[in-house]
């Protein structure tokens, strides 16, 4: 049973440019939420995809984008790179329960994104 | 808001028993959650507290009280390989329905032989 997959695994980008990060959800989970893991910090939410629509959406500017296809997995796009960018980007899957999405999360390894 | 607190640091020897302590002021409540993440690795899930309590899962334990918005996290029978960063994450009311984590900053834990 796969779990969470996301690629890549390292990237190094110069500032200005975009970057497009994928994420493939474990196997039966319809929904994936993506976070940022700045060095020495907790994970900090973007936004949340379920049925190809964002759901909800962190403190995080327009530049952050995102998409969900229809097998569920993720890209996630951020445009005009800056150095504050650099971190590991986690993407973490769930599903809907019916009543919400009460279950652990369940997170890739995430992409270490440099920018330089 | 959200603000999640716990101690940046924490040592221990191979054997022995470590509580790690998380405070939380969150606007509402609905779940604490702890993940294990080692360097270089995807969070993991540990424990899942929603009533007040002390939930076990064999070396791992977990305490809640609600109405001191507090939590930790009890580790047995250390091993070498319990060397990890430690995350409380909370739900708030709000999100409960949408399953947004609100992540404190997390515990390295350096165990020693």
């Known amino acids: 049973d796969a779990g969470v997959t996301q690629s890549p695994t390292h990237l190094i980008k110069t500032r200005g440019q975009q970057v497009t990060l994928r994420c493939s959800p474990k196997?039966?989970?319809?929904?994936v939420s993506w976070y940022q893991q700045a060095l020495g910090q907790g994970p900090q939410f973007i936004f949340q995809?379920?049925?190809?629509?964002?759901?909800q959406r962190g403190n995080f500017p327009d530049r952050f984008s995102g998409h969900q296809f229809p097998n569920y997995s993720s890209e996630l796009n951020v445009n005009a790179l800056l150095l504050g960018d650099s971190a590991l980007y986690l993407c973490a899957s769930s599903f809907y329960t019916g009543t919400g999405w009460n279950s652990p999360l369940h997170f890739g390894n995430g992409t270490r994104l440099t920018v330089t | 808001g959200q603000n999640i607190d716990q101690p940046t640091e924490m040592t221990a020897t191979e054997g022995a028993i470590v509580q790690i302590n998380c405070t939380y002021q969150t606007s509402g409540f609905n779940g604490l959650f702890w993940y294990q993440q080692h360097a270089g690795e995807a969070p993991t899930f540990l424990s899942y507290?929603?009533?007040?309590g002390l939930e076990e899962k064999g070396r791992f334990s977990s305490f809640l009280s609600r109405s001191k918005g507090y939590s930790y996290l009890l580790l047995k029978e250390l091993q070498m390989k319990d060397s990890a960063s430690y995350l409380c994450a909370v739900r708030d009311e709000q999100s409960s329905t949408l399953g947004r984590l609100y992540f404190g900053r997390g515990t390295q834990l350096t165990v020693w032989p």
């Open positions: 995809y379920y049925e190809e629509e964002e759901r």
């Open positions: 196997s039966g989970h319809d929904t």
């Open positions: 507290n929603v009533l007040d």
